[in-house]
């Protein structure tokens, strides 16, 4: 005999699994909020220069935890003091955006890679726009109400086709993603350590993002019940988004490490950025960018400003273009490359 996963026993048992598992998965999230901190607290010090691209990381980040905060109160209420309906939305709106925003987050890099051409950053968008729009419109896709019975807010309705665009396209992207960042690095000369960072990060990035949104996919499809079809939703975005942003944090000290022994000294001047790294370590990796000061250039639309101090401030998410003497970023022999603004900078 089967189970009658519509049941009143079932659906209460399903409740509590839902209700403990949602508390270790948030749980697990603020932790790791926590734990990576220091990134924000660099900025925000003034230690690492603050960037446009770290924007989405902080929203990306962030929203979540505050969608976690409302998703904290919806499974602990007691009392019809709450709006549970307007609650879920919020948690919805949070939720979905991050996804979105951990896939963009990668979308940039790859854009980066292909040294923002046009035949990348088109189908790219495409496939965001579509994304996004599939997210926006999820958000009023949970229906909840307050329960009496169970003095707590209920899961009465969810709307299984946009869910499952959801998680599907979701994948679909950082399939997209992973091919074309692999591609990309593929067809570099040179195996640099940044090359190796990148190559990696994004294989591990999408390996995990694809197991962890494939089991709430498979759970919609299967639709046993409203709890069973949102029981792995949480986890799934709490892993996404922690895996995205840890790869953008990583990349970004890679870039520009920060020197936390002597933080009370402040920067110099303005041509001036103090990093961990010695002095041993110039020239050996495609951050560093030697020039002359007051001599502009032009070379191929693209302003090159020379200046005599070595800075290992500018790669994070920029365009990883190629110098006039054919030296790829990611490929530097010499230990010479130059400072090409205009770019994606994080």
Known sequence: ????????????????????????????????????????????????????????????KWILFGAFL????????????????????????????????????????TVAVWNKKWAIIIPLGLISAGQWGILLHGITTVKAFYDPTTNACVVAQVDGLFLNLVYL????????????TLVGLLITPGRSQLWKLLLNDGILYFLVAFLVNTVPAVMLLINLNPVMNVMFSIPAVGISSSVACRSFVRLSEFASPVDRSNTSQPWSNANTRV???????????????????????????INVTRSQHVEADNIGLEAYTHSPRNIHPLHNTSGESLDQKGAFAV
Request: charged share 15%; net charge positive.
């Open 70 to 109: 409302g998703m904290l109160v919806a499974l602990n209420v007691s009392g019809p003091v709450v709006n549970c309906q307007a609650l879920y939305t919020w948690n919805q709106y949070g939720g979905n955006t991050s996804i979105g925003a951990a896939s963009t987050l990668l979308m940039l890099r």
């Open 275 to 301: 990093t961990g790294r010695s002095n041993r370590d110039f020239g050996k990796t495609s951050t560093i960018q030697w020039a002359r000061p007051n001599q502009t250039e032009s070379l191929g639309g």
């Open 1 to 60: 005999m089967g189970i009658d996963w519509m049941s009143l026993p079932v659906l209460a048992k399903t409740g509590a699994v839902f209700n403990n598992l949602s508390h270790f998965a948030i749980g697990a999230y603020f932790l790791e909020v926590f734990l990576s901190s220091k990134f924000e607290l660099d900025v925000i010090c003034g230690r690492r220069k603050f960037r446009v691209g770290q924007i989405l990381y902080f929203y990306c």
């Open 169 to 180: 396209w979701t994948m679909f992207t950082d399939l997209i993603v992973l091919i074309l």
